[in-house]
């Protein structure tokens, strides 16, 4: 049983270019959250996406940045025009049916580098 | 909106002794509480988790206790190792907003 696969692992992107990340949750799950995280910093709340719905993206930045969970295929976390302050580790987790209430499973993280 | 705060950000132990981290959460609709341990350039592994019904859960070394009156909860770690080593990070709150970290480093 895969689990939760996140690609590519680095990225490099140079300033005003876009960053497309993506995220196949586990075989199963069909919630999605996206968590960024900065060097020695904590896990940022960033979008928590259902199968063609955004259920809260309270985390995301108003500008530039966009999520998607398609019927098919994997979710997308997009961020356009990309400046320094964009580089980070940024991760997706999967759950169950359950949704929050059943354990977050992450995939091993896309590393953002902005040049 | 929520947060959740989390103490202390460093701890350094020696081998075979206990570590204590702790966390207090604001959304007191919160119901479950899971850790979540992260070592250097790898992903964030649950370790253990609680939900609101219970006041403690144990697993071999490792145990979490609640106290929802007073919105906080701590993991506990018997007998410290040092592939114990590394970030351990709480959660709460209706979209898992997570603590700062804490760098748990286990001296031989």
């Known amino acids: 049983n895969a689990g939760v696969m996140q690609n590519p692992r680095h990225l490099v992107r140079r300033r005003g270019q876009e960053a497309r990340l993506r995220c196949s949750p586990m075989k199963g799950h069909s919630h999605v959250y996206w968590y960024r995280q900065l060097p020695e910093e904590g896990l940022k709340f960033m979008v928590y996406?259902?199968?063609?719905?955004?259920?809260?993206e309270s985390g995301m930045p108003k500008e530039r940045f966009s999520a998607e969970f398609p019927k098919e295929g994997p979710s997308i976390l997009r961020i356009q025009q990309v400046v320094r302050g964009d580089s980070a580790a940024y991760f997706c987790?999967?759950?169950?049916?359950?949704?929050?209430?059943?354990?977050?499973?992450f995939g091993n993280g896309t590393r953002l580098t902005v040049t | 909106g929520e947060n959740v705060e989390q103490h202390p950000s460093t701890l350094s132990v020696q081998e075979g002794d206990s570590a204590v981290i702790k966390c207090t959460y604001s959304d007191s609709a919160s119901n479950y509480f899971p850790w979540y341990k992260q070592e250097l350039g790898k992903r964030p592994q649950l370790i253990i988790d609680i939900r609101s019904n219970v006041g403690e859960k144990k697993d071999q070394r490792i145990a979490v206790t609640l106290n929802k009156t007073a919105k906080h909860f701590s993991l506990h770690i018997t007998e410290t190792q040092p592939e114990d080593s590394a970030v351990y990070f709480c959660?709460?709150?209706?979209?898992?907003?997570f603590g700062q970290g804490t760098t748990l480093q286990v001296k031989p």
């Open positions: 959660a709460a709150g209706g979209k898992l907003i």
């Open positions: 996406l259902q199968k063609e719905n955004i259920i809260d």
């Open positions: 987790a999967s759950s169950g049916r359950q949704g929050v209430l059943s354990p977050l499973h």
